[in-house]
């Protein structure tokens, strides 16, 4: 048989060994709860993460087509716009091609609508006057559509005209 004093070495060994032994797993255990509690926060993390792209991405998305619809809007604006414009300019030139071959009426002495933008059509004094009178009733600054710059010009229009030969 063994010897005592040997046997108690080896008792001795072995309770330190399955000390270390118990040491070292409550260590892993406490490592491997470490492991799980950071792998689930880093779980949550992703979610979280996967549903802020998800609406980031949803938004962007959102945006991208409100976008495209402004886009649409703005480009119809313009060439209704550009088609708008191209009439307006057919429909300056028709009106110059009408107003070159219209007869030009003289009664009396008359004032051409080139010399004159307010009197235009006056051919006597007399009609000239009520017309200055009228323009000034309906341009003058104390009513709601009242213009200083229009009466200043009706008044120098009204000045020229009238000292010129009628």
Do not use: T
């Amino acid at each position: 048989m063994a010897d005592p004093e040997k046997e108690q070495e080896l008792k001795q060994y072995f309770f330190k060994e399955y000390s270390l032994l118990m040491n070292e797993r409550a260590e892993n255990q406490r490592v491997y709860e470490k492991f799980i509690k950071e792998r689930s926060s880093f779980n949550e993390d992703m979610k979280a993460m996967n549903s802020k792209i998800l609406f980031e991405r949803k938004r962007l998305k959102e945006e991208s087509a409100l976008f495209d619809k402004k886009l649409s809007i703005l480009q119809n604006a313009f060439m209704q716009l550009d088609l708008e414009k191209k009439q307006l300019e057919k429909d300056k030139r028709e009106f110059e091609q009408k107003r070159s071959k219209r007869p030009k009426v003289s009664y009396g002495k008359s004032i051409s609508s080139e010399e004159s933008f307010f009197f235009a059509g006056v051919n006597n004094p007399m009609a000239l006057k009520k017309r200055y009178k009228d323009l000034l009733k309906i341009f003058h600054p104390d009513n709601l559509a009242g213009d200083d710059g229009a009466v200043k010009a009706i008044n120098e229009e009204y000045e020229r005209i009238k000292n010129s030969e009628f």
